[in-house]
Nanobody, 126 residues
Framework: EVQVVESGGGLVQAGGSLILSCTAS????????IGWFRQVPGKEREVVSC????????DYADAVKGRFTISRDNPKNTVYLQMNSLKPEDTAVYYC???????????????????WGQGNQVTVSP
């Protein structure tokens, strides 16, 4: 079975840090473009960051620029989202998504991704 799996969420105080990991079972993330998205109840899912399969392009939502860093370790079949200086407004369910052959301009679009993780809660207390 093909699965994308996120881990590493939890509860942290404002100003703290968390790192989310995205791995895959049934396939390797190597060769896949990866997007991190988040969703708050009652709101649409929004892009947080994305990274190309060759690690030569990565992008960030304005709300997280300078605080979050996306990276990938292909030998470990893992993509990371390092989240620093967390704010209460970062509280959300975070999703990892994967797909192949995305144009850079399309990597921030939720509908472009076919493979999604189950989501991982991140809660930032004031």
């Amino acid at each position: 079975e093909v699965q994308v799996v996120e881990s590493g969420g939890g509860l942290v105080q404002a100003g703290g840090s968390l790192i989310l990991s995205c791995t895959a079972s049934g396939f390797t993330l190597n060769g896949y473009d990866i997007g991190w998205f988040r969703q708050v109840p009652g709101k649409e899912r929004e892009v947080v960051s994305c990274i190309s399969k060759n690690d030569d392009n990565n992008d960030y939502a304005d709300a997280v620029k300078g605080r979050f860093t996306i990276s990938r370790d292909n030998p470990k079949n893992t993509v990371y989202l390092q989240m620093n200086s967390l704010k209460p407004e970062d509280t959300a369910v975070y999703y990892c998504a994967a797909d192949v052959g995305l144009l850079r301009a399309r990597m921030a679009i939720e509908a472009e991704y076919d493979y999604w993780g189950q989501g991982n809660q991140v809660t930032v207390s004031p």
